[in-house]
């Protein structure tokens, strides 16, 4: 073998085009070889393309170094090599400031290594050869590195101001290597906190129920591969240029299924046509600002990358390319992104060893619920490669809990957010019916019930709320429930069936829970002490046309009242006496009168909590404690369209994007929460949107039809609209979201007359 590299690329990439490429495309062929950067062991990954999180960090910084190694510094990202075939190894590396990275890769053999040549700066998203690469290469996308006259057209100019890190020695079969490397940071990235605890960043083992929590390495996802050969593509011309007006969106079929085309600033975009969450039709949504809006629960996609930009969901949309020729629009895309769907980012995988210090991790999250995984989904896509941490009471990994009081009979690996191969995969490390019962700040430690202590870096608080419950007389007889598990509302149902259900409160919970059981039970009786359902959020008026719906489906009302009394026969519950003195026979009650947050645990941790238990943090959901952050029902934050008025918003979305904001804020980005709230419901087939923060509405302007159940409603707080809601009347929820996200100030008297056309810009 001889000595020395062969040829050479490197040069500086802008940070986009590097997430852009290397998000759909695989780096490395599956028979690569990897250096991951730790002791510099050399290591072969089957599906290594999950590696191209790690070369992409937005931040770098002495976070993402371990002092601790034997050799030295780590480079900010892992090392990359890669063959193809028998070839011998590629070695390179990368680091990077807040705005470039800079990539560096040398052959190690004088032999010619045939290898891909990624044009990083390809508008699609994907990476390609030019057209001469092609043509002097037999194998039409592997071209020789000595070919490669035409590079610096790919790379953009060399930095002065950092110098490319350098490393010796070469192999041909894998063997662990000593790296020597050396990183030199910029001085705004020098000085941040380092991340690791205590310079120790390895998985435990944890026993929590008699199951270790350790996950190994080697366990991963089957990855598909996402660069597919020329005949797993299809490609198909589907219109004219002139065919769609700027902002404009079409479905197209390509054969093998719908593609979104998309029109923007005279560009075309081709993108899955289903947004990921529950597969509504994109094309019906909202485009503007760059981004796709979905008509059912307002997530967003940008459509340049597909990249989920904002909530809920937690997948993104396939890319595909676009090529305009003789003013023809034709699009190619692989056959199965065609048929998937949805495409989930690269991440980063967890690198620390997995022996030695067994009491201590990088980040822990407390609560796994949306906000808990988003943070920690987060902070893999951003190449976060040290150990995560989350602990949950529940008994299952994160799913679903929005859709529980909506669909009781759902199994719970129907409700599944994630399947458990995927935290294997990304060393997620979960805690299952863990407890925590003390956090000492100081010490940066938490307290389990079972005695185990677990130290931390960074912190954050998600435990969500607790269900209220009742008070009264027999409040402890068998069959009354708070829908809290996938097991209470399986056996909700169960008890359900063919007999008499009893629903305490009126809100959503307790509304979804009446109308599932409906077709179920021999009867449905709702107990309020409102006068209508709905009634401080949505208004009187929409209230009563709700619950006229209810009414038409065999569902009975109690207003005004409260239980006094549960009565059981040989434990069990048999009726319910309320205090009209009303006695209602009840097989099953379920309880939603509304909850509080989880956070007794914190009482005496110094971490700030106001007269409710709330936690309050700011717009970068930190606490009054560095190092410490919270998101999700258990939090008061700043409304940045509601003057930053301190709010407690529980909805599943939000949950969503304040742990998208916690995690970003963990990793030094200084991100700030500024997303508009919304949420859904579904009752006897039919949904309900709304957007916006309505509390202290002192008027409700309808447009449409009430009694068809076909109108949106404005709720106005002096003269400004502050949320919306609709019911068949798609997509005008996402509408008034998108406006409200641009910051747009919506006034009363645009709504009062009926004209809608402020709305109708940008649209399909």
Same mark, same amino acid.
């Given at each position: ?9 490197? #040069? ?19 028979? =690569? ?16 393309p ?5 070369h992409? @960090?937005?931040?770098? #910084?002495?976070?993402?170094? @371990? ?8 480079? &900010? ?9 028998a ?8 680091f ?8 560096g ?15 990083l700066?390809?508008r699609?998203?994907?990476p390609?050869?030019s ?6 290469s ?6 020789d ?8 057209s ?11 890190f ?15 490397? $050396? ?5 705004k ?18 026993? #929590?129920n008699g ?10 996802l089957p990855?598909?591969q996402p ?9 198909a011309? &589907? ?7 700027? %902002?404009?969106?079409?479905?197209v079929?390509?054969?093998?299924g719908?593609?979104?085309l ?6 075309f ?7 990921p ?10 485009l ?16 340049s ?7 809920p969901?937690?997948? =993104? ?9 003789k ?15 949805? @495409?989930t ?6 690198i ?6 067994? =009491? ?5 999250i ?7 995984? &988003?943070?920690a ?16 009471l529940?008994?299952?990994l ?17 409700l ?5 191969e995927?935290f ?18 100081r ?18 608080l ?9 008070t009264?007389?027999g ?31 009126? %809100? ?16 449905v =009786?709702v107990?309020?002490?409102?006068e209508?359902?709905f009634?401080?959020?949505l208004?009187?008026r ?9 009414e ?5 009302f109690?207003?005004?009242t409260?239980?006094?009394e ?10 319910v ?14 309880? #939603?009168? %509304?909850?509080?947050?989880?956070t007794g ?13 709330f936690?309050?943090v ?11 952050f ?8 700043p409304?940045?369209?509601r ?26 980005? $200084? ?17 309900? @949107? ?17 009694? $068809?159940?076909k109108f ?12 919306v809601?609709s ?16 910051g747009r ?8 007359t ?11």
């Amino acid at each position: 073998m001889a000595a020395g590299p062969r040829a050479e690329l490197c #040069g500086w990439f802008p940070l986009p085009q590097l997430h852009q490429s290397w998000a759909g495309c695989p780096l490395l062929s599956p028979q =690569s070889w990897v250096s991951l950067g730790t002791r510099g062991l050399a290591s072969p990954h089957t599906h290594s393309p999950l590696l191209a999180a790690t070369h992409a @960090r937005r931040r770098a #910084g002495p976070s993402w170094t @371990r002092p601790s190694l034997p050799c030295g510094p780590r480079p &900010v990202s892992p090392l990359l090599g890669w063959n193809r075939g028998a070839g011998a190894p590629l070695k390179g590396g990368l680091f990077q400031d807040s705005t470039h990275a800079f990539v560096g890769v040398h052959t190690c053999t004088s032999v010619p290594s045939p290898l891909q040549v990624l044009n990083l700066s390809s508008r699609h998203g994907s990476p390609s050869v030019s057209e001469d690469h092609r043509r002097s290469s037999p194998a039409g996308d592997i071209v020789d590195l000595g070919q490669l006259d035409s590079l610096p057209s790919v790379l953009p100019p060399a930095r002065p101001d950092l110098r490319p890190f350098t490393m010796g020695g070469c192999f041909s079969k894998p063997k662990p290597v000593e790296l020597k490397i $050396e990183v030199v940071l910029p001085e705004k990235e020098r000085g941040k906190e380092e991340l690791s605890a205590g310079g120790k960043g390895s998985p435990r083992a944890y026993q #929590g129920n008699g199951t270790a929590r350790h996950f190994h390495a080697e366990e991963r996802l089957p990855t598909p591969q996402p660069y597919p050969s020329p005949q797993d593509c299809v490609e198909a011309t &589907v219109c004219h240029v002139k065919d769609l007006e700027n %902002g404009q969106m079409r479905e197209v079929e390509l054969g093998w299924g719908k593609v979104l085309l998309v029109k923007d600033n005279g560009e075309f975009h081709a993108l899955g046509h289903k947004c990921p969450h529950y597969g509504a039709p994109l094309v019906k949504g909202v485009l503007s600002r760059g981004r796709v809006r979905c008509p059912w629960h307002g997530a967003c996609f940008n459509i340049s990358t597909g990249d989920l930009e904002d909530f809920p969901g937690l997948d =993104s949309l396939h890319k595909f390319q676009v090529k305009i020729e003789k003013e023809k629009v034709t699009v190619r895309a692989s056959k199965q992104a065609l048929q998937l769907q949805r @495409r989930t980012k690269v991440m980063a995988k967890c690198i620390s060893p997995s022996a030695g210090h067994s =009491s201590s991790t990088n980040v822990l999250i407390v609560g796994a619920g949306a906000a808990g995984l &988003v943070c920690a989904e987060t902070l893999r896509q951003e190449g976060f490669s040290d150990r995560i941490v989350l602990c949950t009471l529940d008994r299952h990994l994160p799913y679903d809990r929005a859709k529980l009081s909506k669909s009781l009979d759902a199994q719970p690996e129907q409700l599944a957010l994630r399947p458990k191969e995927f935290f294997r995969a990304y060393g997620l490390e979960m805690l299952t019916e863990a407890q925590v019962v003390t956090v000492d700040v100081r010490n940066k430690k938490v307290v389990f019930k079972d005695g185990f202590k677990l130290e931390y870096s960074k912190l954050l608080l998600a435990p969500g709320s607790s269900p209220k419950t009742l008070t009264c007389r027999g409040k402890d007889v068998e069959n009354v429930f708070t829908i809290r598990t996938p097991e209470d509302a399986n056996r909700v149902v169960r008890l359900a069936r063919g007999r008499n259900a009893v629903v305490v409160g009126a %809100g959503f919970l307790g509304m979804e829970v009446a109308a599932y059981l409906a077709e179920k039970a021999h009867s449905v =009786s709702v107990v309020e002490l409102e006068e209508t359902p709905f009634r401080r959020f949505l208004g009187e008026r929409v209230g009563r046309a709700l619950m006229k719906m209810f009414e038409n489906n065999r569902v009975k009302f109690y207003m005004q009242t409260e239980v006094l009394e549960l009565r059981a026969q040989e434990g069990k519950l048999q009726e319910v006496v309320l205090k009209s003195s009303k006695v209602l026979r009840a097989d099953v009650c379920v309880v #939603g009168i %509304g909850a509080v947050p989880a956070t007794g645990f914190l009482r005496q941790s110094g971490i700030a909590l106001d007269s409710r238990g709330f936690i309050p943090v700011n717009k970068m959901m930190q606490t009054n404690i560095p190092a410490v952050f919270a998101a999700g029902d258990a939090v008061t934050f700043p409304l940045a369209w509601r003057n930053n008025r301190k709010v407690n918003i529980p909805h599943w979305q939000m949950a969503h994007a304040q742990g998208r904001v916690a995690a970003e804020n963990m990793l030094a980005q $200084e991100a700030e929460i500024n997303t508009v709230p919304y949420l859904w419901t579904a009752m006897f087939g039919k949904s309900l @949107r709304y957007a916006g923060y309505g509390e202290g509405f002192d008027d409700v302007i309808i447009q449409g039809d009430l009694e $068809e159940l076909k109108f949106v409603a404005f709720y106005t707080k002096g003269d400004e609209v502050i949320a919306v809601a609709s019911m068949n009347y798609d997509p005008i929820v996402s509408k008034v979201a998108e406006v409200l996200a641009s910051g747009r100030t919506i006034r009363k008297r645009e709504v009062e007359t009926g004209d809608m056309s402020w709305l109708t810009g940008k649209g399909s």
